[in-house]
């Protein structure tokens, strides 16, 4: 797989860093098959975001007549390639966030991994050693109001499907979100394994993909020492912290 930068607009979040909240379970799946599983957009969660959706207002507008309806010039789009486009969801931010740990990592064996992406996106030794032959785009999502009726953006042009996958509604504008998207032809959606239609699991370098691991501000001391000797017979090396929150 080959893994690109997504051309965007300008984003107003210049931290180096991006965070991925987990369990420990899934940490553990991780470290044991060497692969960031990619949810399908179709999955429900995603639908309940307004993921896929958005609503612009288009051409000479404001040139209509005082009292003219709007409704010519309002365009809705929905994706239908949800079943197609695999994501993985991360966290951008300089510093790791105590908001985060209450939505994603309430549990005291969770963990977050905090990831360099402009380390491995320009790296000679690839992050994605997937052998499949599919583009991964990597980049922050842009947010704008689509829940508010009344209020439209500007689109100069009819998006494609799969690029609705860039836009979230504002009210998710907390999660700082920067993702990986892997967007499918219908042909090769067609060619997946049933079992690989719900989500992805890409096989990824884990030495590149975790830069530090910090565990849970509610997980004891000790663990520090497990999770140390459970990355080592992993063969990740990385440092492992507490918490900046376990101490308040």
Aim: aromatic share 16%.
């Amino acid at each position: 797989m080959i893994l690109k930068l997504k051309e965007r607009l300008p984003s107003s979040n210049k931290s180096r860093w991006v965070w991925r909240y987990i369990d420990a379970c899934k940490f553990l799946s991780l470290l044991q098959t060497r692969c960031l599983y990619f949810p399908s957009a179709s999955n429900p969660a995603f639908k309940f975001a307004l993921e896929g959706q958005y609503r612009s207002i288009d051409g000479d507008w404001w040139k209509r007549s005082p009292g003219d309806s709007l409704d010519p010039y309002i365009n809705k789009y929905s994706s239908k390639s949800g079943h197609r486009n695999f994501l993985s969801c991360w966290y951008k931010a300089e510093m790791e966030s105590y908001g985060m740990w209450q939505i994603y990592g309430k549990g005291s064996d969770s963990v977050a991994i905090q990831s360099d992406p402009w380390n491995y996106i320009h790296s000679k030794r690839p992050l994605i050693v997937d052998p499949r032959d599919y583009t991964i785009a990597a980049g922050p999502v842009e947010y704008v109001n689509i829940a508010t009726r009344g209020r439209y953006n500007h689109f100069y042009r009819q998006p494609t499907d799969d690029e609705l996958f860039w836009y979230k509604d504002v009210g998710h504008s907390y999660e700082n979100e920067w993702r990986m998207l892997v967007s499918l032809s219908e042909e090769q959606y067609c060619a997946l394994p049933s079992s690989d239609r719900a989500g992805l699991r890409v096989e990824v370098d884990l030495g590149r993909l975790i830069e530090r691991v910090y565990l849970s501000p509610s997980t004891p001391n000790r663990f520090l020492r497990y999770w140390n000797d459970t990355l080592t017979d992993y063969g990740v090396d990385c440092e492992v912290r507490q918490s900046r929150f376990s101490n308040i």
